[in-house]
């Protein structure tokens, strides 16, 4: 399920310890990995690493788009629907060139829901906006033009995931991340105000749709 839509799902995790802490994947350049199409981490490895520096959560990092098509890389995105679409047939992954990086989208993915199932992970932490890792605002075609377009869905690694039962929040769903910060230490209180990713401004203007995949 997508956390952001299920608050009471949070409150329904078990309780973590030292001893016993969640065990949460995130995408690879969260957790600073210099696996961006580019080599970089996308400036995103700071991001939450207070969160991720808790004794109560053990990260395990992946990166399905470099597993699948190596770093650096072409930039893939959506054409024709969003990761379930990509897993069901009806849609692919191009880059900007047009090249078909679907099956190397697919081995990346099933690669991330082999990894979570051996480390037993409860929840996943992951990179909005991402082809492989979106969970509430992906690319509609190629990013790469002088207008791009967005949608509300999943990436591939996130549907995939979804359909193995691990639940994801992405890291601009601030208003959840935060939850999971309170349970993760129960001393911590959050900033006022603070919203996900399908309530802020600019979502609610460009994209009030509501998100295709909420039931899941």
């Known amino acids: ?16 310890s030292i001893e016993d802490p969640w065990r949460v994947m995130v995408s690879g350049c969260l957790a600073a990995w ?3 199409v580019e080599g970089t981490d996308y400036g995103l490895g700071a991001v939450l690493r207070d969160l991720f520096a808790l004794p109560t959560l ?7 788009e470099q597993y699948g098509m190596g770093t650096p890389r072409t930039m893939p995105d959506l054409h024709g629907g969003d990761g379930f ?8 992954v191009l880059d900007e060139h047009g090249h ?17 199932r051996h480390a037993r992970i409860e929840l996943a932490v992951l990179t909005d906006a991402s082809a492989a890792c979106g969970s509430q605002v992906i690319s509609d075609g190629c990013r790469l033009v ?11 690694a ?16 601030h208003r959840t991340v935060a939850r999971l910060r309170m349970r ?17 401004p600019w979502t609610r203007e460009h994209l009030p749709m509501p998100h295709p995949r909420v039931a899941r």
């Open 146 to 156: 002088p207008v791009r377009r967005h949608q509300k869905g999943v990436g591939v």
């Open 34 to 36: 210099p696996c961006g």
């Open 184 to 200: 993760l230490d129960p001393t911590w209180r959050a900033p006022a105000g603070l919203l996900d990713h399908h309530e802020h």
């Open 158 to 173: 996130t549907a995939a995931l979804l359909d193995a039962g691990v639940p994801v929040v992405a890291q601009r769903d």
């Open 1 to 16: 399920m997508l956390l952001a839509y299920h608050p009471e799902a949070v409150d329904a995790l078990r309780t973590p």
């Open 100 to 116: 078909d990086l679907t099956d190397a989208m697919l081995l990346g993915a099933r690669a991330m829901v082999d990894l979570a």
């Open 58 to 64: 053990r990260i395990v990092p992946f990166c399905p």
């Open 85 to 92: 679409d990509v897993l069901a047939g009806r849609a692919r």
